[in-house]
């Protein structure tokens, strides 16, 4: 498998954490450690400081996503955010379905679909999340449902759509939990992800397809996830809270 046919991307998922003023400290630190990786750098912060972030990180080469998109371009939805106003923020990526997501805020493969053509349309790149509960691993249905959940996410889009869309293997057992998958179970549902998007858009466009892991990936573990051939990157929870563990992920994926 040539990796070199697609990006590395590692990007931090800060979740509802960080005042305005711990983003800039925690970008001010982040900066320097990452501006030798040789990957694609992603942030997320809360809604209400990726304005500031943007201007933080401009001219660096760390870019701001959002951790959630509305699929509506204005309207009575309130407490939503919509792409253009992402957009004017200086926004590039936005986590869509995030299972989080889906297990609090009721998103559905449905909504995550429109999320993510919201995103896509409007020139964001999307960050799509699916994954397995721990009882749907132990059931045996983990590839059954993630491929589901990507084809459903996808519903709509183009080949060309694709240079615009990052998949993120998540199982939900091992965000935020510490335990992690073991990097051939990443592997293993990584590349059936892989063999979905080549059912659909042929083995190019899919081998072009940057395809991250996240569920507790840190510092100690990041370089042998990253080393498998269809694991290209990662979202990254509580270790993207953390300076040098972030910077140490970035490392791992830049060789
Ligand atoms: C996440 O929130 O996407 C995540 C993977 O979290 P953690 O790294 O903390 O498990």
Redesign the pocket.
């Known amino acids: 498998m040539d990796k070199s046919k697609r990006k590395a991307v590692i990007a931090g ?1 800060w ?1 509802m954490n960080k005042t305005a003023a711990e983003t800039s400290v925690l970008i001010e630190e982040l900066l320097p450690l990452a501006s030798g990786a040789n990957c694609d750098v992603v942030i997320c912060p809360p809604m209400v400081n990726l304005g500031a972030a943007a201007q933080q990180t401009l001219g660096s080469n760390v870019a701001v996503g959002s951790q959630n998109i509305h699929f509506e371009q204005s309207g009575a939805y309130t407490g939503e955010v919509s792409a253009d106003m992402l957009l004017d923020l200086g926004v590039k990526y936005a986590i869509v379905g ?1 299972s ?1 997501r889906r297990q609090y805020f009721a998103e559905t493969d449905e909504t995550v679909n429109l999320r993510a053509k919201a995103a896509v349309a409007a020139g964001l790149t999307a960050i799509i ?1 699916v994954g397995e509960s721990l009882e749907q691993r132990e059931q045996g249905v983990t590839e059954e449902l993630v491929r589901l959940q990507t084809k459903v996410a996808l519903g709509g889009f183009t080949a060309a759509d694709m240079q615009k869309v990052i998949i993120a293997y ?1 199982p939900v057992w ?4 510490g335990r992690t998958a073991t990097a051939d179970q990443a592997e293993e549902v990584c590349a059936a992800i892989r063999k979905v998007l080549a059912e659909l858009y042929g083995q190019q466009v899919a081998d072009g397809v940057t395809i991250q892991y ?4 840190n510092a100690a573990n990041a370089a042998e996830l990253l080393s498998k051939p269809n694991v290209d990157g990662g ?5 993207s809270l953390k300076p040098a563990d972030f910077a140490a992920i970035i490392n791992a994926a830049s060789v």
């Open positions: 998922n979740k995030h989080e999340c998540e091992a965000i935020g939990t996240g569920g507790s990936m979202l990254i929870g509580g270790a």
